[in-house]
Nanobody
């Protein structure tokens, strides 16, 4: 019903920046929330940030002041601007969308922060 494709991951040095994009296709008109999660080896998948239909946003404490989530007016694409990246940000980042009450996931994009 909803398909999500992430892009923008890669290798970056500490202190650098990356911009992630998640493009939604299919029946996107009723997507109420989109967000980003991440999962590092040996850790649980955790929320990075999400954005709701009313424009409100939510950020994990460890990314506040460094990451910014945004969404286009058609709610077809969500972005994650990541600045001042740290090695502990290294993880696979997954896009998530809530269609009415049903969550959908993308395949993820790898972000590696290393010297």
């Amino acid at each position: 019903q909803v398909q999500l494709v992430e892009s923008g991951g890669g290798l970056v040095q500490p202190g650098g920046s990356l911009s992630l994009s998640c493009a939604a296709s299919g029946i996107i008109f009723s997507i109420s929330r989109m967000g980003w999660y991440r999962q590092a080896p040996g850790k649980e998948r955790e929320l990075v940030a999400d954005i709701f239909s009313d424009g409100s946003t939510n950020y994990a404490d460890y990314v506040k002041g460094r990451f910014t989530i945004s969404r286009d007016n058609a709610k077809s694409t969500v972005y994650l601007q990541m600045n001042m990246l740290k090695p502990e940000d290294t993880a696979r980042y997954y896009c998530n969308a809530l269609y009415i009450t049903t969550p959908f996931w993308g395949q993820g994009t790898q972000v590696t922060v290393s010297s």
